[in-house]
């Protein structure tokens, strides 16, 4: 079985974290166990568990939380990230064209502004989309909300955070 010092040496060993994890659903202490977390990819952490014969699991925490809450949840690929994730009001866009881009975002909506000010600050906020979208690497998706930019995030990760709550796909001795 694997303690604390060597969770702590292979974490370390390798350039990733090692964190503690709670079997309480609040973020309270209770049957602490470490954990290690930061993985750039699965594959690495697929290697790491099958060297150390450790679990791949789902970790969540709230902002304020100082230890992961453990979900007992088995990770058998990276998360696959959308605007679903995010909630109502929420939509994703993938890598295209400014053709494309002008049709499906811009064209059907220049008929409902009365005014030449709100059409530019329309305007301005979908140029401001659309250069996110030109400067996205083909693994990413722009997320938009109520149809103005938010954010740029990767298509797969072992980490995602929005709002208050941060999930992580770790490692885990359960032996």
């Known amino acids: 079985m694997k303690n604390k ?12 974290t090692y964190a503690e994890s709670t079997s309480g659903t ?7 166990k ?9 594959k690495d952490a697929e290697e790491l568990a099958e060297k150390h014969g450790l679990s791949i699991e789902f970790f969540t925490k709230k902002d304020g939380w100082k230890l ?15 605007s679903d994730d995010y909630g109502d009001n929420y939509s994703q866009l993938e890598k295209m064209n ?7 975002e811009v064209k059907d909506s220049l008929e409902n502004f009365d005014n030449l000010e709100d059409l530019q600050n329309f305007l301005s906020k979908k140029q401001e989309l659309f250069e996110e979208i030109e400067n996205m690497e083909v693994d ?13 995030i990767k298509k797969e990760s072992m980490y995602f955070t929005h709002d208050t709550n941060h999930v992580t796909i770790g490692l885990i001795d359960r032996s």
């Open 140 to 152: 990413e998706i722009v997320i938009t909300c109520q149809g103005e930019y938010y954010e740029t």
């Open 34 to 42: 470490g954990i290690i977390i930061g993985f750039d990819n699965f």
């Open 98 to 104: 400014e053709k494309v881009f002008y049709e499906s």
């Open 68 to 82: 992961w809450e453990r979900t007992n949840n088995q990770a058998h690929e990276p998360m696959k990230n959308s």
């Open 26 to 32: 609040n973020g309270y202490p209770s049957n602490i």
């Open 5 to 16: 010092a060597d969770l702590r040496e292979i974490a370390e060993n390798n350039g990733l």
